[in-house]
């Protein structure tokens, strides 16, 4: 995992020992939104219309991040609105690459062949991580966001007009509630898991792991009387905590040491997540292939003998129960 200084790359890990070894999630820096008529979104500058076939998302099947992007884009019917790139599983010296591979799709606006030459054809001297998900606009030649949980509320509701469905994933009566929800879950689960994985000191591990259970606990009984986190309602929030479900026990348990207990050995919680699973095109977007080998393959400092586990065989398929209540 590096990053480009002044458009130059450099192979460079998180610094934890400035922050007494936790690890510190950098801020994405394009912050653009695209706007049904073109204008301003809550950040950024005007100027990006919802016109089909105009944006192109650059994604990596390993990442969470990127993964929620593509449920979106399943769930609104934007398929033929917003063309893909899939990046390779294997992230090494250079990033993420475009190399052939299993599930690799190239890149066809930039011709790129690693994604940080995306980032410079956006800005010659960026200077910050190189990550997914990446919204592109086609007609400026320039990414409008690289931050996933914007990408996917332009996705829920800026292209309506465009060609998308009338799903609603951040209805305005519940939007206090999931705004609320989303902060604890990224704090603690979603970036959580990346907190215990890359620390580099027993304290931050733990101080990471104890406010992961916590929140973990906290869910599995709010998900004892209710089918979705707001509710009956399906929304945003459920599918921001479902890509980090869907690799906990394959990765997160062993790989990044969240080992105190399983998803599966939450009932509530594993339900939820095969119903999730299961709704309409979500398990086209998972690919476990490309997450284990990722994750396990490309951490070397985690996993220097970069052997993947043949293991946990999950069925996400099984009967859940959970429309019944």
Not at 19 to 30: A, D, L, P, V, Y
Not at 150 to 164: P, V
Request: charged content about 20%.
């Amino acid at each position: 995992m590096g990053l480009l200084i002044q458009g130059k790359w450099h192979d460079q890990w998180y610094n934890t020992e400035e922050n007494k070894g936790h690890f510190k999630r950098s801020e994405s820096q394009f912050r653009n939104w695209v706007t049904e008529d073109g204008s301003a979104g809550p950040s950024g500058i005007a100027g990006f219309k919802a016109e089909v076939g105009r944006y192109h998302l650059y994604v990596s099947h390993a990442c969470p991040w990127a993964n929620r992007a593509m449920i979106f884009r399943q769930l609104k019917g934007l398929e033929q609105v917003i063309d893909y790139s899939v990046v390779h599983w294997r992230m090494q010296d250079q990033g993420w690459t475009f190399e052939d591979g299993d599930g690799v799709i190239p890149d066809p606006i930039n011709n790129a062949e690693l994604l940080h030459q995306v980032y410079t054809a956006a800005d010659s001297q960026y200077t910050g991580r190189v990550t997914v998900p990446i919204l592109w606009d086609k007609q400026q030649q320039t990414i409008v966001s690289n931050e996933s949980s914007e990408i996917i509320r332009m996705f829920n509701s800026a292209f309506n007009k465009a060609g998308a469905n009338a799903l609603d994933f951040y209805p305005l009566g519940l939007r206090e509630q999931i705004d609320a929800i989303n902060e604890r879950v990224y704090s603690d689960i979603n970036n959580g898991v990346y907190k215990c994985g890359f620390a580099t000191s027993q304290d931050a591990y733990e101080a990471s792991l104890s406010a992961l259970f916590t929140s973990l606990d906290w869910l599995e009984e709010k998900l004892s009387s209710q089918r979705y986190l707001c509710g009956n309602q399906l929304t945003e929030a459920d599918w921001r905590l479902f890509t980090t479900l869907v690799r906990f026990d394959s990765v997160y348990v062993g790989h990044f040491k969240c080992n105190l207990k399983r998803i599966a050995d939450y009932p509530n919680l594993q339900a939820y997540l095969c119903d999730l699973y299961q709704h309409a095109n979500v398990s086209e977007t998972v690919n476990m292939d490309h997450i284990k080998k990722h994750y396990y393959i490309s951490h070397t400092m985690i996993n220097p003998s970069q052997v993947v586990p043949q293991g946990p065989f999950l069925d996400f398929s099984v009967k859940h129960g959970r429309d019944t209540m």
